[in-house]
């Protein structure tokens, strides 16, 4: 298998997108031999979905679009990146914080550890940023 696969969709900042965001995730995914009923491409499409979301919600309207990518390096590391044109990197919220939206990161932070992975932020370009997961890569090796 090649040292790097890569997979990218690019869409716009609507609502309707974080849906279709997570279903190429999960078309890329099956297509590179993760099993489609794993609790791992679960976990993938929650994080994906979160962060499609704060593309969307958190940029307002200053990104038209956002980007995901998917790189599967050498069958041991998958990195998720999604990238938007918005220049505010994501903010954490104070524990004590009440409020019912904004637990995203949170979310992405927890999930991502709790796989054994790490995230980070990029800055790109164009004054925008992208936010990585990279988790370890379980699928079978196909043969």
Do not use: Y
């Amino acid at each position: 298998m090649a040292d790097l696969q890569e997979a990218s969709v690019t869409l716009p900042s609507d609502p309707a997108s974080v849906s279709a965001a997570r279903k190429h995730v999960s078309a890329v995914l099956a297509e590179w031999g993760l099993p489609t009923e794993s609790d791992v491409l679960d976990t993938v499409r929650l994080i994906v979905s979160e962060l499609a979301t704060n593309a969307v919600q958190h940029t307002f309207g200053k990104s038209p679009t956002f980007t995901v990518d998917l790189q599967l390096e050498r069958d041991e590391q998958l990195r998720i990146g999604v990238t938007d044109s918005h220049p505010r990197w994501p903010q954490r919220l104070p524990a004590a914080v009440q409020q019912d939206n904004g637990r995203g990161m949170v979310i992405i932070r927890w999930l991502t550890a709790e796989c054994g992975g790490r995230l980070s932020v990029t800055p790109t370009p164009d004054g925008g940023k992208t936010i990585w997961i990279a988790l370890p890569w379980t699928a079978p090796v196909k043969g």
